[in-house]
């Protein structure tokens, strides 16, 4: 291994951004996070995206965001964050009682 | 003592029990929940030794992209090739979710600290190899990986799905590739049959050491990374495999290989781990080989990566000028 070098060089991919790949794989679905990739901008960050995540055509549309703009709630608050929909049964329609002979309800 | 979810050093912990009951429950652990130090070192450790192996292991096949017999088997080869980069991508990026990075994880390669499968140390010196390695080493990663969509990890059990779907054509192709072989002429069925000679025994120990001599298993099973045992997915793929080396009328190179009626299962003969340990500490056939080429393709890459960041740069001045 003496003459090879192992590369130390700053133009290494923890340079370059992360990026979170959003993929909507037919007309009619929502984008789904598909995972990441590193790319210098934009642009190659969508050719990354279509190489890494679409092989088989799975996409029809791709979005690139990059991951230092993504807001995430945190999980340890999960429970107080979540906890007024928890005791709100009534917003389910299973809660009600509808009449046996009524339809369409 | 038995192994649970929660490390000794962890007993204490407030967040402990939260963690136990969602890998009890089932539930995925996400990149920004409460894990034991252990559990997210450890998946850091397989996970980007996983990366490592796609990624190495799309050395042993590139020899042969020139040398593939026909132009469909050519394009073939460099679909696989093209999907086990991409399948070392998905496995560093979801890595990175643990808070490793990519330069973190390459150095650990490039200086032998890391790991990789040992299978890819081993040369492929004939065409019926490459129709081997695609039927037997992808059959034996596809049933790892498998069990590994059910791991208590999300991004790396999402990052499984992704890659067992993509794996089955690598296994096809290489079984087609093999029927083509062992119906052609005699010196093909030759080829084929030296070819699962020596591969057989490697691709056994793919599944790792006995689980009676298997350290690491216990606490890798508790927190249900590991959902079946190294003896139990060996003994499903002997099972899977034979009636396809029956198929293709090859003689698969183990003398105490037979069904056992009663057991359901085939009996195997013992397999010799010696040579594991010595591939695996890196002194296989190719390891110095493959690790050589891996360290060359990253530095004659470095202008690659330097004109992309110029490029980047160029375009973003030009838009502010704009």
Redesign the interface.
């Known amino acids: 291994?003496s003459d090879?070098?192992?590369?130390?060089?700053a133009?290494?991919?923890?340079?370059?951004p992360?990026w979170e790949v959003f993929i909507r794989a037919r007309q009619g679905l929502s984008h789904k996070h598909?995972?990441?990739?590193?790319?210098?901008?934009a642009?190659?960050a969508i050719q990354n995206a279509r190489?890494?995540?679409t092989?088989?055509r799975e996409g029809e549309s791709l979005w690139v965001v990059r991951s230092t703009d993504i807001i995430?709630s945190?999980?340890?608050d999960k429970e107080s964050l979540f906890e007024p929909a928890e005791a709100k049964i009534y917003r389910h329609p299973t809660f009600y009682t509808v009449p046996d002979e009524v339809e369409c309800l | 003592m038995t192994v649970t979810a929660i490390p000794p050093e962890n007993a204490d912990d407030p967040s402990a029990p939260a963690f136990a009951a969602k890998i009890e429950a089932e539930v995925k652990i996400?990149p920004?929940?409460?894990m034991p130090e252990s559990y997210r070192k450890s998946l850091v450790r397989q996970m980007s030794q996983h990366a490592h192996s796609e990624y190495v292991g799309m050395l042993p096949e590139r020899n042969w992209l020139t040398r593939a017999p026909s132009l469909k088997r050519k394009a073939q080869l460099l679909?696989k090739i093209?999907?086990e980069g991409?399948h070392a991508?998905?496995l560093y990026?979801?890595a990175?979710?643990l808070g490793t990075?990519?330069?973190e994880m390459?150095?650990a390669l490039?200086?032998g600290r890391a790991k990789y499968a040992h299978i890819f140390n081993y040369p492929v010196l004939t065409w019926a190899d490459v129709g081997t390695i695609g039927w037997l080493v992808d059959g034996a990663a596809i049933i790892n990986q498998i069990m590994l969509c059910r791991c208590s990890y999300g991004?790396y059990a999402?990052?499984m799905e992704?890659i067992c779907r993509?794996e089955s054509f690598h296994q096809r192709q290489g079984f087609e590739i093999m029927v083509s072989l062992c119906q052609g002429t005699a010196d093909q069925r030759r080829m084929a049959q030296d070819a699962l000679n020596r591969w057989w025994w490697p691709v056994l120990m793919m599944f790792g050491p006995h689980d009676t001599a298997s350290a690491n298993s216990a606490q890798s099973t508790a927190w249900k990374i590991k959902r079946q045992s190294n003896d139990e997915l060996r003994q499903q793929f002997v099972d899977m495999t034979v009636p396809q080396a029956d198929y293709l009328e090859l003689a698969i190179p183990d003398p105490d290989l037979r069904w056992n009626e009663a057991r359901g299962h085939y009996d195997f003969g013992a397999i010799g781990f010696r040579e594991l340990m010595r591939v695996v500490s890196g002194d296989g056939p190719c390891n110095?080989e493959r690790?050589?080429a891996r360290?060359?393709a990253?530095?004659d890459g470095?202008w690659v990566?330097?004109a992309?960041?110029a490029?980047?740069a160029k375009?973003?001045a030009r838009a502010k000028a704009a």
């Open positions: 291994m090879v070098k192992v590369a130390n060089d133009t290494s991919a923890d340079d370059w992360l598909a995972g990441s990739l590193h790319a210098p901008d642009e190659m190489d890494i995540y092989r088989r995430a945190d999980p340890d | 996400e920004r929940d409460w679909a093209q999907d991409g991508l998905y990026s979801a990175e979710t990075s990519r330069a390459l150095d490039h200086t991004p999402r990052a992704r993509e110095r690790l050589g360290i060359k990253h530095d470095a990566r330097e992309a960041m490029h980047a375009r973003r």
